[in-house]
């Protein structure tokens, strides 16, 4: 391949280990069955009017594997706080006993888990729709590129089998990370 075409590989990569990191961290959030600090990463807090993510607040602990622990640094915030977990769609019941929050997790149930795992892959599949999005929108600039400079048809196709390489490999690796996630989730 020549290197007028190498900028646009490494633009293609670019994206598509973007599209990669969104998923491990989307991925994150998903519930398997252990108590995990980032389960409440995405957990905004109303304070004094502002939407605060909950890590900001507070100290989040998982002390044992079914056990999440807050720590509010402003005491008065707890109110918010406990407002904010239980508004947050991921299922859970914090207990305030007015210096820490204390949120059990239930063992999860066979239906819901198979509930994450069906989430956890409709994650995998926004991820490998953008990587397919970024294969094809440089594939359209390589194309162009190539016929605006006049260089060799031989050139594009290099370039464009290097680019299908990129992409199979990008999502082979998100199909490894939701095989993994799954797995995570549906052991007991």
């Known amino acids: 391949m020549i290197p007028?075409?190498?900028?646009?590989?490494?633009?293609a990569k670019e994206q598509m280990e973007d599209a990669k990191s969104?998923?491990?961290r989307e991925l994150k959030h998903i519930r398997a069955g252990k108590a995990s600090p980032q389960l409440l990463?995405?957990?905004?807090?109303?304070?004094?009017?502002?939407?605060?993510p909950l890590n900001q607040l507070a100290n989040v602990a998982a002390p044992d594997p079914r056990l999440i622990t807050v720590e509010p640094?402003?005491?008065?915030?707890?109110?918010?706080?406990?407002?904010a977990i239980m508004a947050s769609g991921l299922g859970l019941n914090p207990n305030n006993d007015g210096t820490l929050i204390r949120i059990p997790l239930p063992v999860?149930?066979?239906?819901?888990?198979?509930?994450?795992a069906k989430v956890a892959k409709e994650k995998a599949e926004e991820a490998r729709i953008s990587?397919?999005?970024?294969?094809?929108?440089?594939?359209?600039?390589?194309?162009?590129?190539?016929?605006?400079?006049s260089l060799p048809e031989d050139s594009r196709y290099a370039a464009e089998e290097e680019?299908?390489?990129?992409?199979?490999?990008?999502?082979?690796?998100?199909?490894?990370?939701l095989k993994d996630k799954e797995d995570e989730i549906m052991t007991v």
């Open 4 to 11: 007028e075409l190498q900028p646009f590989i490494d633009q």
């Open 22 to 24: 969104f998923l491990k």
């Open 41 to 52: 990463d995405g957990v905004k807090v109303d304070y004094y009017g502002t939407q605060t």
């Open 73 to 83: 640094f402003d005491k008065s915030s707890m109110k918010n706080i406990e407002k």
């Open 108 to 116: 999860l149930s066979e239906e819901r888990r198979q509930e994450l």
């Open 131 to 149: 990587i397919r999005n970024t294969r094809r929108d440089i594939k359209d600039e390589i194309k162009k590129e190539v016929k605006d400079q």
């Open 163 to 177: 680019l299908q390489n990129l992409t199979d490999s990008h999502i082979s690796e998100v199909d490894k990370m």
